[in-house]
């Protein structure tokens, strides 16, 4: 599905990711060249108001998530528990195609994962 003529001028992809009508950030990782991402955002106008500070919860686990919180301060604490990371997104079927997968398989033992889906 091709992204909406109203912002497509705006997206940029970079890795494995590609967008139908998108420019590519061509690079190694730590040798990108985002000068193009910085031009485009310096040339938009921004925003043009403040939003009202507003607190939302959302996800089903929240409760399971704030209900943890001791045990993993204690953790912290203790030294069992160093890195904390909140992974946005899904893998798909396809075997070749299990980017997150890989990526948490790959982080240290003393990690706690957080999945937004």
Same mark, same amino acid.
Request: aromatic share 6%; hydrophobic share 40%.
């Given at each position: 599905?091709?992204?909406? @003529?109203?912002?497509?001028? %705006?997206? !940029?992809?970079?890795?494995?990711? =590609?967008?139908?009508?998108?420019?590519? $950030?061509?690079?190694? @990782?730590?040798?990108?060249? !985002?000068?193009?991402?910085?031009? %485009?955002?310096?040339?938009?106008?921004?925003?043009?108001?403040?939003?009202? @500070?507003?607190?939302?919860?959302? *996800? !089903? =686990?929240?409760?399971?998530?704030? =209900?943890?919180?001791?045990?993993? $301060?204690?953790?912290?604490?203790? *030294?069992?528990?160093?890195?904390?990371?909140?992974? =946005?997104?899904?893998?798909?079927?396809? @075997?070749? %195609? %299990?980017?997150?997968?890989?990526?948490?398989?790959? $982080?240290?033992?003393?990690?706690?994962?957080?999945?937004?889906?």
């Amino acid at each position: 599905m091709d992204p909406s @003529p109203a912002y497509s001028d %705006r997206i !940029f992809t970079t890795g494995e990711v =590609g967008v139908a009508a998108s420019k590519h $950030l061509p690079g190694t @990782p730590g040798a990108k060249d !985002f000068s193009a991402v910085i031009k %485009r955002a310096q040339e938009l106008p921004g925003f043009t108001h403040e939003p009202e @500070p507003k607190m939302v919860t959302v *996800g !089903f =686990g929240h409760e399971a998530t704030l =209900g943890a919180a001791a045990a993993v $301060l204690d953790a912290i604490k203790a *030294g069992e528990l160093s890195h904390i990371f909140l992974i =946005g997104g899904c893998d798909a079927p396809e @075997p070749s %195609r %299990r980017y997150y997968t890989d990526v948490v398989k790959g $982080l240290p033992q003393d990690t706690l994962v957080l999945p937004l889906g």
